[in-house]
């Protein structure tokens, strides 16, 4: 779940939400949903699979025929009340607004489900206080191998019961616990019964006010976690006072793919304890160290290790307040990660001039798709840096390009650049926006961006807010849309 959806959460924003349960019982991989289209052929279906699953070895015993047969009208109806044919092997309730009496409908649907691999009740705040009804029962979907409970209100007690389930599912592979305050200070009961062996790929513990002690504690754990792909830490500034015990459990951890430190209050000196850390991580694919503002300084001497992480392909260091060393720094580095896809440097507005360089090594990056530099600041000679990448087909797989709020560019500068954007053949999005405060004329420089866009197979949006278009240019894109096949988005927020 991703960080933005918190966000609009917290805002007070009201979510759409379906009454009661009547959200979808889904399979999990490509067997499960042929079996979702065979039960939709057969109207005698649901009845069958509820006698099916029933009879498993996993099943409940009923204590007679007749609570046998009330049981079972019970959850045909619940099944029939969610709207649509089940499937054993995914239960998805997220975001339905699920209410006490749901989650008491749900728990006695488990017994139904001996081949569950899936259940997410994520974002229902009614779950919270009830977990303990739901883990008395986690010995009868044994076979569950995801789990999601982010945005549940969870308690004190619902973590303890939900530390000691653990051992009942042994097939775990996904833990999302996300945005659940109880969990900060209490992550030793819940991960206690992670053991050497574990086959967990997946924690998810975004924005849980974890502790240093908790921190302190997943970095002994680390260590037993040889099948973690996915870890994501994100918006817990307290754990950067056990950081040291993170990054040497870290080194334990072989297979890792993603780690995420978003606003974890890393500092300059995070870096450096980070940085003995890489060295171990090879399988690594993507390293999010996004919104850590004093983080700025940490890379004059220390990014070494990072040219360890041969197969990353993501690297999200915006709004960083990195400085003019710091990205010279990376300048030595950043072009050593030939598999690089994504690059965000964003809203570090020190970068200025001292980006030109860097800018112009990105010519050895032969796989980069996005790349975000807006509110960096950039002048003129960036640019023509820039350009000058474009024009020898060094950036031809870029399919997303972000240099908006970086209004000190000049007409010249932005003529250059879209001289030579018709070279980005891939590229699918554009985005020029001045600043919310600033408002330009658009200059000659626009006619070259019309003439750029016949060019561009792929692109169908160009971000082009608070540019102001004289009548004459107004003219040219009205006739450019009604020329055009293509379906291209010029948005520019209702400033002409």
């Not at 917290?10 to 979808?24: A, D, L, R």
């Not at 779950?127 to 009868?140: A, E, N, P, R």
């Not at 004059?300 to 307040?321: G, I, N, R």
């Not at 112009?360 to 820039?386: D, G, M, Q, W, Y």
């Amino acid at each position: 779940m991703s960080q933005t959806r918190k966000k609009t959460s917290s805002e007070g924003e009201t979510k759409p939400q379906t009454s009661t349960v009547n959200k979808f019982l889904r399979g999990s991989n490509a067997e499960s949903r042929k079996e979702d289209n065979d039960l939709k052929t057969s109207d005698s279906q649901p009845s069958d699979w509820i006698q099916k699953t029933a009879t498993s070895e996993t099943a409940k015993p009923l204590s007679s025929e007749m609570e046998w047969r009330s049981s079972m009208e019970k959850n045909e109806h619940f099944l029939q009340k969610l709207g649509k044919k089940a499937v054993n092997k995914c239960l998805d309730l997220n975001n339905c607004g699920l209410t006490t009496a749901d989650m008491k409908e749900m728990v006695a649907l488990l017994p139904f489900l001996p081949d569950l691999e899936e259940l997410d009740i994520s974002w229902n705040g009614f779950v919270g206080g009830t977990l303990l009804s739901i883990t008395q029962q986690m010995h009868l979907v044994s076979k569950l191998k995801i789990l999601r409970l982010g945005s549940c209100r969870l308690t004190t007690d619902d973590v303890q019961a939900l530390g000691e389930a653990f051992e009942m599912i042994p097939e775990l592979e996904e833990l999302n616990l996300s945005w659940n305050s109880k969990v900060g200070g209490n992550l030793p009961l819940i991960l206690q019964k992670f053991q050497k062996g574990s086959k967990i790929q997946m924690i998810e513990l975004v924005d849980c006010s974890l502790t240093s002690e908790d921190g302190t504690f997943l970095g002994q754990l680390l260590p037993m976690l040889q099948s973690l792909e996915v870890l994501d830490l994100s918006i817990n500034r307290d754990i950067v006072g056990s950081l040291n015990s993170i990054a040497q459990g870290l080194k334990s951890t072989s297979n890792l793919k993603v780690l995420k430190l978003h606003s974890c209050g890393l500092s300059q000196k995070s870096v450096k304890i980070l940085d003995a850390a890489f060295r171990y991580l090879g399988e690594l694919r993507k390293l999010d160290l996004s919104c850590n503002k004093d983080l700025g300084g940490g890379f004059e001497d220390s990014p070494a290790q990072l040219v360890m992480l041969k197969h990353l392909q993501v690297l999200d260091l915006h709004q960083c307040s990195l400085t003019a060393d710091d990205v010279m720094s990376l300048t030595q580095v950043i072009p050593l990660l030939s598999n690089l896809q994504e690059l965000d440097l964003s809203a570090n507005k020190k970068m200025g001039s001292s980006s030109e360089n860097l800018l112009s090594r990105l010519r050895f990056l032969p796989a980069l798709k996005s790349l975000v530099i807006n509110n960096c600041a950039l002048e003129s000679e960036t640019f023509t840096a820039l350009a000058s990448v474009i024009q020898t087909g060094h950036l031809a797989k870029l399919q997303k390009l972000d240099l908006s709020y970086n209004d000190s560019i000049c007409d010249a500068g932005w003529t250059m650049f879209c001289q030579n954007v018709r070279f980005l053949k891939e590229l699918i999005e554009l985005d020029i926006s001045l600043r919310p405060s600033n408002f330009r004329d658009c200059g000659q420089w626009f006619r070259h961006l019309l003439y750029a866009v016949t060019k561009l197979p792929q692109i169908t949006e160009i971000g082009m807010k608070r540019w102001i278009l004289p009548a004459s240019q107004e003219e040219e894109l009205e006739c450019f849309d009604q020329d055009k096949k293509r379906s291209i988005h010029f948005d520019h927020g209702g400033f002409q």
